[in-house]
């Protein structure tokens, strides 16, 4: 129900954009995150976003990285600039979505998508 995309190489200093849409019939979706995992560490939370006015972002990334959403297209973006080969991992996106005919909302993750940026 969530898919993401947009991963690939990138030098350092470089710049890419994730997407990540959601799909189905969907009554609501509250808070939609950006996570990463990199090899041999756990998985971190990178940026998280209710509404537009309230982003938040993990401090490795503030200052480089912008999480945005689009509610009509029940899609969440990650741009990246300035890239740092410590950037490097897969990124998966998370939702807290309520389908329709459903009492409450759960989390949902995407098939992650890898970002890999050289030296």
């Known amino acids: 129900q969530l898919q993401a995309s947009g991963g690939g190489l990138v030098q350092a200093g470089g710049s890419l954009r994730l997407s990540c849409a959601a799909s189905?019939?969907?009554?609501?979706?509250?808070?939609m995150d950006w996570y990463r995992q990199a090899p041999g560490k756990q998985r971190e939370l990178v940026a998280s976003?209710?509404?537009?006015?309230?982003?938040n972002y993990a401090d490795s990334v503030k200052g480089r990285f912008t999480i945005s959403r689009d509610t009509a297209k029940k899609t969440v973006y990650l741009q990246m600039n300035s890239l740092k080969p410590e950037d490097t991992a897969v990124y998966f996106c998370?939702?807290?979505?309520?389908?329709?005919?459903?009492?409450?909302?759960?989390?949902?993750w995407g098939k992650g998508t890898l970002v890999t940026v050289s030296s």
């Open positions: 976003i209710v509404s537009p006015a309230r982003p």
């Open positions: 189905g019939t969907i009554f609501s979706i509250n808070a």
């Open positions: 998370n939702a807290d979505i309520t389908y329709s005919g459903s009492d409450y909302g759960r989390d949902y």
